[in-house]
């Protein structure tokens, strides 16, 4: 069966084009659509991507003014009516209420191996930087499903990589999301046979 996705960004969209991507091309085995994209900040890279590919785009603003309820009750609206049957977080910035009916089909990317490195003031550069400091050798980034606690969800997949001596954040950064890139789908794929 096909699914529908709905992806949810913030940023620069790396993630979106890949799925885009791989969405449109028959080798990659990825059984999906992007049905609808939805951005909480106007202006971002994500929304250029998005229509490049010719997707359909909705910029849903005001969620600081509003109940995380009130706003993810906006965000499931665009998303049913997209027809969407499973929704990919892929580096969108803000905690995501989630309707019953959506329960256990959120899905998110985040770079590190949690548990390690998660939940409130954990996301992009910042954690690379813990996982320097802390000294580890290896480190990589996990796809979970999404629940009311950040970063808290059932593990679907990770993938790991190495730290290397003298590695800056950013260079540390780029080398997660080589893996990411391979994550996420091979999450999907694993999540939809089940
Ligand atoms: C990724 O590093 C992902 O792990 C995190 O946000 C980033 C998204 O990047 N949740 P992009 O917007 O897809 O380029």
């Not at 969108?92 to 990317?109: C, Q, T």
């Amino acid at each position: 069966m096909s699914h529908r996705l709905a992806v949810l960004v913030s940023g620069t969209g790396r993630h979106l084009e890949n799925l885009a991507e791989l969405s449109r091309d028959p080798a990659a085995d990825l059984d999906a659509e992007i049905g609808v994209v939805i951005s909480n900040r106007p202006g971002v890279g994500a929304l250029d991507r998005a229509a490049r590919f010719e997707l359909r785009a909705e910029v849903l603003e005001g969620a600081e003014a509003e109940s995380d309820e009130t706003y993810g009750r906006r965000v499931f609206e665009v998303i049913r009516d997209a027809e969407a049957d499973t929704v990919v977080l892929a580096g969108f910035l803000k905690k995501l209420w989630i309707p019953e009916d959506f329960a256990g089909r959120v899905i998110n990317i985040h770079p590190s191996l949690l548990p390690a490195f998660g939940g409130k003031g954990y996301y992009g550069m910042r954690v690379h930087r813990a996982v320097l400091e802390r000294g580890c050798q290896v480190t990589g980034c996990t796809v979970h499903l999404v629940d009311d606690v950040y970063d808290n969800g059932p593990i679907l997949h990770q993938r790991w990589c190495e730290v290397h001596p003298g590695d800056s954040a950013e260079a540390l950064a780029a080398r997660v999301f080589e893996e990411e890139l391979l994550a996420l789908p091979e999450a999907l794929r694993r999540f939809w046979r089940r």
